[in-house]
């Protein structure tokens, strides 16, 4: 089975600290993504990467940058956390020639609160 | 602009049979998927429609008209375990997703 882990599932961060949200994914998938979920409205993609230290901005970057350093890993940073932040945010992966035509697996999520 | 609206939550009795809608208004197509998502869990995929008409896997269907720009998800013999909530996303002509914002389904006894 696909798994993709998300380093935690509850995180708990004062505004303006620097927040990392690490996510795994054990099949060789090439496309990687981060999307956060609040609710009333749909999954909004935040930033997404097609190859190793390749980047993509989704659609709303503004306050996050990612880091793709491993074919397996992409982190979501958070370089000066604040309260609009707080949400669940869902990592995915998808193979190459099915990005945006095929399955995505997701992460169980890291719902995070900035106080 | 892009949408996707579908029904914020719809309660339905064990056993029976409940359709869930989604209608789109996308730049390009390039495909309908529907997730399932349990409260506290990831989305895990249920179906994807890329040509108009019925496709049916086990106790779950998925119908697409891509002329009406309109999707339902049918889901027979209810259980209990089928409460959760519903994702309709489309593919666009960038092959990017936009999703709805998700049906909450209630079973009830």
């Known amino acids: 089975d696909v798994k993709v882990t998300q380093s935690s599932r509850y995180l708990v961060k004062r505004t303006g600290e620097k927040v990392f949200l690490e996510c795994v994914q054990d099949?060789?998938?090439?496309?990687m993504f981060w999307y956060r979920q609040d609710p009333g409205l749909g999954l909004r993609l935040i930033y997404f990467?097609?190859?190793?230290?390749m980047k993509e901005k989704g659609d709303i970057p503004e306050g996050y940058s990612v880091s793709r350093e491993k074919k397996e890993r992409f982190s979501l940073i958070l370089e000066s956390a604040s309260t609009n932040q707080t949400s669940m945010y869902l990592c995915?992966?998808?193979?190459?020639?099915?990005w945006g035509r095929g399955e995505a697996f997701f992460g169980q999520g890291t719902r995070l609160t900035v106080v | 602009g892009q949408n996707i609206d579908q029904p914020t939550e719809m309660t339905a009795t064990e056993g029976a049979i409940v359709q869930i809608n989604c209608t789109y208004q996308t730049s390009g197509f390039n495909g309908l998927f529907w997730y399932q998502q349990h409260a506290g869990e990831a989305p895990t995929f249920l179906s994807y429609n890329v040509l108009d008409g019925l496709e049916e896997k086990g106790r779950f269907s998925s119908f697409l008209s891509r002329s009406k720009g309109y999707s339902y998800l049918l889901l027979k013999e209810l259980q209990m375990k089928d409460s959760a909530s519903y994702l309709c996303a489309v593919s666009d002509s960038n092959y990017q997703l936009i999703w709805g914002a998700g049906t909450k389904l209630i079973i009830k006894p």
């Open positions: 995915a992966s998808s193979e190459d020639a099915s």
């Open positions: 099949m060789d998938h090439e496309n």
């Open positions: 990467s097609y190859d190793v230290k």
